[in-house]
């Protein structure tokens, strides 16, 4: 059985706070040398085709794992793909402007800012995440290049797609079964439901980790092989692909690690064409192309986008590991953290609370926040309410105390109508203890209400907002459970979870499970001596403010979706601590 146990935070890259960087590699050849390295590029003048792009999303592919373990041929920059808002144009481009949402091909995009030719991206779809956005531009740019451009393939003819569950595999049965063709593709075992899903059934699935694709497609096919193939493996692979050309045919290699000379190729294959590509060679004219063409095919819902799996920038090592160990199925995707927009409003719901007012005292004071949007359920008539805000104001911010109900979706969303958030922190909560066994509706809605209900609304409308910070201010009780609060444990659990789905969308996200603050509010304040003594002896001990704030501070930088800030005094506890 396999539970989840505390940990130490897990090492992360850590991104400068200011200037132009971009992820890279220090040139050991591990994946201990990426690191974050400066990128003048990003701030340089730009040239008359040329657009500026803040970075939300950037896609990663096999070739930037094979930079990082120094086995790309030549100098390249990690960072092939991007989803972002335009921030600056060259003075020959036209159709775009500051604020248009983009995506495209870029080169050294897994950093804040990047810059590419304009003809490089295409405006994002309606109601697309900038993750998603982000997965699609190298996946199938390559698979339309690779059968079309260089394979020629035409409706009624056949191609193999070698590693088919993966981003270029996937986005190549599409295409092509979209053309007409008819598709062979292969993937590991364990990937073979994968390939069902697209439409493939037995007769046209193969093992990419053996040989026996070989014997199984030429029997499919009566000995006549196929037209097309598409390949990214190595070896002996290659050579039982090419022997399913025995009419001939276009065989185009995506790999770097076995490029094989075409002469050579076409003396041992007669009539094989064989060609290795870079997307990149294809330039600028003909990518535009591309490009718009696969926007038509998704908007008419002849194309969808990949399964992904979404990181943190900062999780970049970790990424890359994954995707060397052949463990994905579609795409990665890397969001890019964003600074808070010094124009922007933070919306901090139980704003005139205790944790709640501590919270926008800290916004204003340590980041920055110039716009406060603070949210209760008795607003300006709230304790305390007024000094808050003459307090928050002399402090330099603009500060909007509003009595409402985030659980109350309608009356949420015209508050937050035409409001340029820029973050939200969601302190509100409730306490209604009892034993499990005596619960009733009424205690597990009071409990449920304001802290999931009320996350809930404020993720569905903000979800187009390009927040840069969502916080849920959850509790070690979902975490460790706590007696007679499992109505209260279940509200936190399930904040933890709704900022892991916002990170799987590309969304920021991250779920402070609080341990006990020193200071009473609210939900603290009916604790006795007896209470802190008992939750003392279990090695719990209060946060001071200063501990607190630090640990939000430091939290809200990291890529986890869930953090426990907490003061552990384990020599405290009364007896042997068990696995937390």
Known sequence: LLAPRLARPATELTLPANGSWRVGTTGTGTLDGLATLPAPEAEAELGPDDIRVEVRAAGLNFRDVLITLGMYPGKALMGGEA????????????????????TGLFTGALGPVAVTDHRLVTPMPDGWSFAEAASVPVAFATAYYGLFDLGGLRAGQSVLVHAAAGGVGMAAV???????????????????????????????????????????????????GVDVVLDALAGEFVDASLRLLPRG????????????????????????????????????????EILRELAGLFEAGALTPLPRRTWDLRQVPEAFRFIS?????????????????????????????????????????????????LMSRRGPDAPGAAELASDLTALGAEVTIAACDAADRDALAELLADRPLTGVVHTAGVLADGLL??????????????????????????QDKDLA????????????????????????????????????????????????????????????????????????????????????????????????????????????????
Not at 93 to 101: H, M
Not at 266 to 273: N, S
Not at 325 to 346: F, I, S
């Open 437 to 462: 066994t005596g619960l009733d509706e009424e205690q597990l809605a009071e409990v449920l209400r304001p802290k999931v209900d009320a996350a809930v609304n404020l993720h569905e409308l903000t």
């Open 325 to 373: 160990q052949a463990r994905h199925v579609g795409k990665n995707v890397v969001t890019v953290p964003r600074r808070l927009d010094p124009d922007g409003t933070v919306l901090v719901t139980g704003g005139t609370g205790t944790l709640g007012a501590r919270i926008a005292r800290h916004l204003v004071t340590a980041h920055g926040v110039r716009r406060l949007l």
């Open 249 to 288: 045919g276009r065989f185009v290699e995506m790999g770097k690690v076995d490029v094989r000379d075409a002469a050579e190729v076409a003396r041992a294959h007669a009539g094989v064409h064989y060609r290795a590509f870079d997307l990149i060679e294809a330039g600028a004219e003909r990518l535009q």
């Open 174 to 224: 599409q295409l092509a079964r979209h053309h007409g063709a008819e598709v062979f593709a292969t993937a590991s075992a364990g990937k073979h439901d994968v390939l069902r899903e697209l439409g493939l059934d037995l007769v046209h699935i193969g093992d990419s980790r053996t040989l026996s694709f070989e014997d199984h497609f030429r029997a499919a096919t009566d000995g006549r």
């Open 469 to 580: 910070l969502f916080v849920l201010f959850s509790a070690a009780a979902g975490v460790f459970g706590t007696a007679g609060q499992s109505n209260y444990a279940a509200a936190n659990t399930a904040l933890d979870a709704l900022a892991a789905h916002r990170r799987s969308l590309g969304l920021p996200g991250v779920s402070l499970a609080w341990g006990l603050w020193a200071e009473a509010s609210g939900m603290t304040g009916h604790l006795g001596a007896a209470d802190l003594a008992r939750m003392s002896r279990g090695g719990m001990t209060g946060l001071s403010d200063v501990e607190g704030l630090a640990l939000f501070d430091a939290a809200v930088v990291r890529g986890e979706t869930l953090a426990i800030p907490a003061r552990l005094d384990l020599s405290a506890a009364n007896g042997p601590v068990p696995p937390l």
């Open 83 to 102: 989803a972002g808002v335009v921030v600056e144009t060259g003075e020959r481009v036209r159709g775009l402007a500051a604020g248009d949402r983009v």
